[in-house]
C-alpha cells in the first residue's frame, strides 16, 4: 500500500474514494459498514484487512453467506497470504482450523461465539460478507446472533449491497456492540449501468414504447389481449451478440437454463480455434484436481463450453460449477445461462446481464423480482477497465405483460432490510447454559427487529396519546384511562375469538359478550354529559364510536410493534417443551440438553436419536442413509425412492417430536423425509456415482447437497459425543465412507 499526496493505491488500483476511506477507517482500529452497489470494488477492503492484519500477527475471520463464497475465498487469500495461514470451517468442509486468517460460514461463527468463545477471543477484526443477508428469511437470524454475541474489544467489517436503511442497522449494531460504526456509502458506479427491455418487435426499447405497443395490440385484438409471437432468448442474444458480449444471462429455472444453453448451441458458436484450444487446456487443468466426472451432463456441456457456451445452477456437481466457472473468468465464455445464486458474493463481471422474465418461483408462488435482487444480479454488468459502461436487458413477453409485475430498477427504491430473528432449540440451550434469566430478557430484547420496531412504536404512542387526549372527557367518567383501555383490549379479544370461532353457539355467546361491552363504552360516552343533552347526541356517538375503533387500530399496531413479548412467549414456550423432554432440569442442561446444544439444525430429532442409543445401534451405512433422511427437503414432484431399512424406531421418535411440538407450540419444525436414504445407504456400500444417477429423480448436484448435508450433521455429532470414543471412531468411518469422489470438495 503506498500513500502519495493522499492517492492511495493497494494491490496496483488507485483506490476509490469510498474504499480509501474504509481502510483509513480500519488503521484506525474502527468497525465499518460498507453498502455499495454489486461489483464496485467493496471486496477489495477485506482483502486490505486480510493482508494488514495478518502482517501485523493478527489473526481475522472472514464470514460468507453460502458455502461456494467461502470455498472461492480459501482459494484467494491462500494465493495471497500463503497455503499454511489459511483455514475453512463449513461444517462439510474443516482444513487448518488454527490458522491465523479463518473462513468459514457465518452459521460457524455464530456457534463458536456460543459454544467455545475463547477460541475466536483473539480475533481483531471478522469480515461480515453480503450482511444484508440479514433479512434472510431462513437464515437472517445467523447474522444478528453474530452481532450480538460478538465480544466488543472485536472489529466487524460489513459488505453489503446498496440498503436504505443502512444507518439504522449501523445504529443497532453500535448500541448493541458498545462501539462506534463508521457508515460508508458509495452510489457512484465506475462503470455506468444502463437498463432496459427486450421485445422482438421493438429491439432493445423502454418500458413507456412496450406499454404503448402493448395498447395498441390489445385494442385490435378481439380477446382484448396480443396474440403474437413469444419473445425468446435466443431473439435476444441475436440482437446483442455483435455489441454486448460476453453475457450472464439469469433464468430462474434450473431446466431452462440447461434447454436455453442447448438451443443456442445449435445455431452459435463464439469461439475460434485458438480459443477452443485454449478451453480444452483450461478443462484439463480443472479436472486434474478432480478423480472423477460421474455426470451425465459432462458430454454435452463440454460440447457446448467448446462453442463458449454454458450453464451453471446448483444441481450441477461441484467440478462441473468448477470448470464453467474458471473459463468465465478467463473471458473463455461468451454467453452463460445461470440462476441467481450465480450472482451472490462470486465475482464474476461481464459487459451485460440478460434477464428471461421478470417474475420467479420463491417456493411458493411466482413473484416479481425485488429491486434488491434485481441489482444484485444486473451489478455485475459492467467491467472496470473493460467496458465504457455495463448493460442489462430484460425480456418481455407481449402475450403475458403486465407492467406492475417488473422491478422499478431504479437504485433508489430498492428495500430496506427487514430483521428475520428467530430462536432456534440451539440458541435457548445456549442461553440458558451461559446466562442468568435477567441476562437472557435483556438479550431478546437486542434484536434488530426489536430495534426497528421501537422507533415506528414511539410514534404509534404519540398518536395514541393524542386521542386519549380527545377522549379524556369520556374516560374520567370511569375509573381512569387503565379501565377504558383494559375494556377497548377485552373487546379486541373477544374480536379476535370470534374471527376463528367455527361452533354457532360459541359464536352467539362471543357476540353477546362483545355487545355488552361496546354498551360499557356507549354509557361512559353518555354520562360525559347532562342527562337533558343525551337524547340528541347520535352523531356525536357515532364520532366517539369512530374514535374508540382508531384506538382500537392504534393499540393493536402497538403491540405488534413490541416484538419482545413475541420472543419472550416463543422463548418460554420452547423452553417448556425442552424441559419436557428432559433437556433441561431446574433452569439447567441435562446430558440431553448439552449434548443438543452443540447440534445445529434439527437438534431434536438428532439429539432424540442418540439418547435412544441408534447412533450405536445402525450399522455405519445404515445411519449415514438416516442422517440424509433427517432435515431432507424433497423438490416438488420428487420420486421418493423405495428401501427396506428399518427405520421403525426413528420414525417413532419423529411422530412422538412432531406430536410434541403440535401440542406444545401448535406447529412443528421436525422433518425427516427418506427419499434418497437408499441411495447414501448404496452409496455408503461402495456403489458408483454413475450408478446411483441411474436410479435418482434428483439433479446430481442435489445429491450431492444432500450426502454433504449428512456429513455436516456426522461431524457435528462426533464433537458432541466427544467423550465416546467407540462412537468417535464409528462416525469417523461413517464419514469417510460418504465423504468420496464426486462427493467431496477439492480445494
Known amino acids: 500500500m503506498t500513500n502519495d499526496q493522499d ?29 455499495a452497489p454489486t461489483g464496485v470494488g467493496k471486496t477489495l477492503i477485506a482483502d486490505y484487512i486480510i493482508e494488514k492484519i495478518y502482517g501485523e500477527g493478527g489473526r481475522v475471520v472472514y464470514t460468507a453467506p453460502i458455502k461456494a463464497l467461502s470455498n472461492q475465498k480459501f482459494r484467494e487469500f491462500k494465493a495471497v497470504v500463503g497455503e499454511d495461514a ?44 453480503e450482511i444484508h443477508y440479514i433479512d434472510d428469511p431462513e437464515r437472517g437470524s445467523v447474522w444478528e446472533e453474530s452481532l450480538i454475541f460478538m465480544p466488543p474489544t472485536m472489529r466487524f467489517l460489513g459488505l453489503s449491497a446498496t440498503i436504505p ?6 445504529s443497532w449494531i453500535q448500541e448493541v456492540q458498545q462501539q462506534e460504526v463508521k457508515v460508508i456509502t458509495n452510489s457512484h458506479r465506475v462503470v455506468p449501468l444502463k437498463h432496459a427491455l427486450f421485445e422482438r418487435s421493438l429491439g432493445i426499447t423502454t418500458m413507456q414504447a412496450v406499454q404503448k405497443r402493448y395498447r395498441k395490440l390489445a385494442a385490435a385484438s378481439p380477446t382484448g389481449r396480443p396474440d403474437v409471437t413469444a419473445t425468446t432468448h435466443l431473439d435476444l442474444i441475436r440482437a446483442i451478440k455483435k455489441n454486448y458480449l460476453p453475457c450472464l444471462f439469469f433464468t430462474f429455472s434450473r431446466r431452462k437454463c440447461e434447454s436455453n444453453a442447448f438451443e443456442l448451441g445449435e445455431e452459435e458458436d463464439f469461439l475460434n480455434r485458438e480459443q477452443k484450444r485454449q478451453v480444452a487446456a483450461v478443462i484439463d487443468e480443472v479436472l486434474e484436481r478432480y478423480p472423477t466426472v460421474g455426470s451425465g451432463r459432462w458430454p454435452h456441456l463440454r460440447r457446448l463450453l467448446l462453442k463458449g457456451i454454458a450453464y451453471h445452477h446448483a444441481g450441477m456437481l461441484p467440478v462441473l460449477k468448477d470448470i464453467v466457472e474458471e473459463l468465465f473468468t478467463r473471458r473463455l465464455i461468451s454467453v452463460l445461462y445461470c440462476t441467481e445464486t450465480f450472482a451472490v458474493g462470486l465475482n464474476f463481471p461481464c459487459k451485460t446481464v440478460c434477464f428471461d422474465s421478470s417474475t420467479k418461483w420463491d417456493g411458493k408462488n411466482f413473484r416479481p423480482l425485488s429491486n434488491r435482487e434485481y441489482f ?15 448493460f442489462a436487458f430484460m425480456v418481455v413477453d407481449l402475450n403475458y405483460f403486465d407492467p406492475s409485475q417488473f422491478p422499478s430498477r431504479k437504485e433508489e427504491e430498492v428495500e430496506p432490510l427487514q430483521s428475520q430473528f428467530s430462536l432456534t432449540y440451539n440458541s435457548i440451550l445456549n442461553l440458558v447454559k451461559n446466562y442468568s434469566p435477567e441476562e437472557i430478557y435483556r438479550i431478546l430484547g437486542q434484536n434488530f427487529a426489536t430495534y426497528q420496531a421501537s422507533a415506528e412504536r414511539l410514534g404509534v404512542l404519540v398518536e395514541m396519546e393524542l386521542l386519549e387526549e380527545e377522549l379524556a372527557p ?24 370470534l374471527n376463528t370461532a367455527f361452533s354457532k353457539r360459541n359464536r352467539n355467546r362471543l357476540k353477546a359478550e362483545i355487545r355488552t361491552l361496546t354498551q360499557k363504552l ?40 413490541n416484538p419482545l413479548e413475541r420472543y419472550i412467549r416463543e422463548f418460554e414456550d420452547k423452553k417448556a417443551l425442552l424441559e419436557n423432554l428432559g433437556y433441561l432440569e431446574k433452569d439447567g442442561l441435562t446430558a440431553a440438553g448439552v449434548f443438543a446444544s452443540q447440534i445445529h439444525g434439527h437438534e431434536l430429532m438428532i439429539t432424540e436419536l442418540f439418547m435412544e442409543g441408534l447412533f450405536h445401534a445402525y450399522t455405519p451405512a445404515e445411519l449415514n442413509a438416516v442422517m440424509v ?57 461402495g456403489e458408483s456415482f454413475n450408478k446411483l444417477l441411474e436410479d435418482a429423480s434428483i439433479d446430481e448436484g442435489d445429491l450431492v447437497f444432500a450426502f454433504r448435508r449428512g456429513i455436516d450433521l456426522l461431524r457435528q455429532v462426533r464433537g458432541a459425543a466427544a467423550g465416546d470414543p467407540v462412537l468417535q471412531e464409528k462416525l469417523r468411518d461413517c464419514i469417510s465412507l460418504m465423504d468420496r469422489d464426486e462427493v467431496s470438495i477439492w480445494l
Open 7 to 35: 492517492v492511495r493505491t493497494y494491490r496496483g488500483y488507485v483506490l476509490d474514494p469510498f474504499q480509501q476511506q474504509a481502510v483509513e477507517y480500519i488503521d484506525q482500529d474502527k468497525s465499518v459498514l460498507v453498502a
Open 86 to 129: 489459511v483455514g475453512i470451517l463449513t461444517g462439510d468442509v474443516v482444513i487448518n482450523p488454527e490458522a491465523p486468517i479463518l473462513i468459514m460460514t457465518t452459521e460457524i461463527f455464530r456457534n463458536m461465539l456460543h459454544e467455545d468463545p475463547e477460541r475466536v477471543r483473539d480475533v481483531r477484526y471478522v469480515i461480515f460478507d
Open 165 to 170: 436503511n443502512v444507518d439504522q442497522l449501523a
Open 376 to 390: 444484485q444480479m444486473a451489478g455485475r454488468a459492467g467491467r472496470r477497465g473493460i467496458d465504457q459502461e455495463g
Open 474 to 497: 369520556y374516560m374520567r367518567t370511569m375509573k381512569g384511562p387503565e379501565q377504558f383501555a383494559e375494556l377497548v383490549k377485552e373487546r379486541m379479544e373477544l374480536q379476535s375469538r
Open 522 to 561: 356507549d354509557s361512559a360516552f353518555y354520562r360525559a354529559y347532562p342527562k337533558r343533552e343525551r337524547g340528541g347526541l347520535r352523531r356525536e356517538n357515532r364520532r366517539f364510536r369512530r374514535k374508540v375503533k382508531e384506538y382500537e387500530e392504534l393499540l393493536m399496531r402497538e403491540r405488534a410493534l
Open 629 to 685: 433422511a433427517v432435515g431432507y427437503e424433497p423438490r416438488r414432484n420428487e420420486a421418493r425412492i423405495k428401501h427396506k431399512l428399518n427405520f421403525a424406531p426413528v420414525l417413532r421418535i419423529y411422530h412422538h417430536l412432531v406430536k410434541m411440538e403440535q401440542y406444545m407450540l401448535g406447529y412443528s419444525t421436525v422433518q425427516f423425509h427418506d427419499h434418497v436414504a437408499a441411495l447414501a445407504y448404496r452409496w455408503s456400500s
